[in-house]
């Protein structure tokens, strides 16, 4: 495999649970843009955004994507807001396989609604706030040339898919 694979989509929608297991089947290293953010800052996400705020970590977000992506081949996991942003949109979609893995607002708001650390949705009312960046969101996810439905499938099921879409997309001309 000569390219990266990126998978974007929101928050729960099973980028990097599924996205491990993705390298795993393509014998590829599996890297988490939120985990390389972590690692080259010494800060949690959730600390950036708090401290210096989402614009400062959209940065961030840019420049580590911009950074792996010359890299080696790899799958990469972004974040759900990752693809709002129209230089990290063009670099993956002129340098990379692009995924978007996608589920029911029900789905996502299920996976996620125990988890502390999602900025975005520490407000009074999460729901309707990952109602809103759903919708503002996904005519950029739907950009992405593969779309992979994660609700309601098995896990194993929804890899396969993966791994299918992918071995299809690099043997088109």
Request: proline residues 5%.
């Amino acid at each position: 495999m000569n390219k990266t694979v990126v998978l974007v989509g929101m928050m729960g929608a099973g980028k990097t649970a599924l996205g491990r297991q993705l390298a795993q089947r393509l014998g590829m290293p599996f890297l988490d843009v939120d985990a390389e953010i972590e690692k080259a800052t010494g800060m949690r996400i959730a600390h950036i955004f708090e401290e210096q705020g989402e614009p400062a970590f959209r940065t961030y977000e840019r420049n580590k994507i911009a950074k792996l992506l010359a890299g080696e081949p790899c799958v990469l996991s972004t974040g759900g807001g990752a693809i709002l942003d129209e230089i990290t949109r063009t670099l993956i979609a002129e340098k990379a396989i692009v995924i978007w893995l996608k589920a029911r607002i029900e789905t996502l708001l299920g996976r996620v609604a125990k988890d502390k650390n999602r900025p975005l949705l520490k407000t009074d009312d999460p729901a309707t706030r990952m109602r809103q960046l759903l919708e503002m969101r996904t005519p950029f996810y739907a950009l992405a040339p593969i779309h992979i439905d994660t609700d309601l499938k098995p896990f194993e099921e929804t890899v396969e898919a993966m791994v299918n879409a992918v071995q299809n997309y690099r043997t088109c001309p």
